[in-house]
Antibody, heavy 120, light 112 residues
Framework: QVQLQESGPGLVKPSETLSLTCTVSGGSVSSGNSYWSWIRQPPGKGLEWIGYIYVSGSTNYNPSLKSRVTISVDTSKNQFSLKLSSVTAADTAIYYC????????????WGQGTLVTVSS | QSVLTQPPSVSEAPGQRVTISCTGSSSNIGAGYDVHWYQQLPGTAPKLLIY???NRPSGVPDRFSGSKSGTSASLAITGLQAEDEADYYC????????????FGTGTKVTVL
């Protein structure tokens, strides 16, 4: 059973960079049938896909966030990470890491989520 | 704003049936991309409920079923139970403007 756990600061100042890490257990980020993804949910609102990374290092980002997003993978630690630059209050959200199943393109494993608040 | 539209809320008594629609367009559901459904209980992460339009992951009760037709999809819950009170989201792939994975606007199911 694959498990994911997000970690990182819960408070980020406006204009700074949000950084989160997702640790994968019970599975490998090197798995060829997985796209390791980030999804966010502003408080009381819906879900927004941020992007994903494949074990090869190839990435795919939501066009609305592409200019500010970087997702990377560390196979030695079985982790992948999110960086979102120039944050504003609109980036305040619960951030989830999840596995996008490579054949069916659905998110089958999710982390519990971590709330990141952008405030001075 | 999402390209997949769901009703904001539906409510029904225990034991009854509810359906949730997910309306898309020719750039997503109508283009043949699969629809998946997620259940989000209060204060928890979303959980995969239906994948590939109508398939249930192991452990999901057969009270939940999905279907797709044209540019829309539906999730049905029969024999509604109090534990089904949650937010439900559809998800697909969209190629308008630029390709991306998209979620529906979400539907709150209330068990009366």
């Amino acid at each position: 059973q694959v498990q994911l756990q997000e970690s990182g600061p819960g408070l980020v100042k406006p204009s700074e960079t949000l950084s989160l890490t997702c640790t994968v257990s019970g599975g490998s980020v090197s798995s060829g049938n997985s796209y390791w993804s980030w999804i966010r949910q502003p408080p009381g609102k819906g879900l927004e896909w941020i992007g994903y990374i494949y074990v090869s290092g190839s990435t795919n980002y939501n066009p609305s966030l592409k200019s500010r997003v970087t997702i990377s993978v560390d196979t030695s630690k079985n982790q992948f990470s999110l960086k979102l630059s120039s944050v504003t209050a609109a980036d305040t959200a619960i951030y989830y890491c999840a596995r996008l199943e490579a054949d069916g393109y659905y998110f089958d494993y999710w982390g519990q989520g971590t709330l990141v608040t952008v405030s001075s | 704003q999402s390209v997949l539209t769901q009703p904001p809320s539906v409510s029904e008594a225990p034991g009854q049936r509810v359906t949730i629609s997910c309306t898309g367009s020719s750039s997503n559901i109508g283009a043949g991309y699969d629809v998946h459904w997620y259940q989000q209980l209060p204060g928890t992460a979303p959980k995969l409920l239906i994948y590939g339009n109508s398939n249930r992951p192991s452990g999901v009760p057969d009270r939940f079923s999905g279907s797709k037709s044209g540019t829309s999809a539906s999730l049905a819950i029969t024999g509604l139970q109090a534990e089904d009170e949650a937010d439900y989201y559809c998800q697909s792939y969209d190629t308008s403007l630029s390709a991306r994975y998209v979620f529906g606007t979400g539907t709150k199911v209330t068990v009366l």
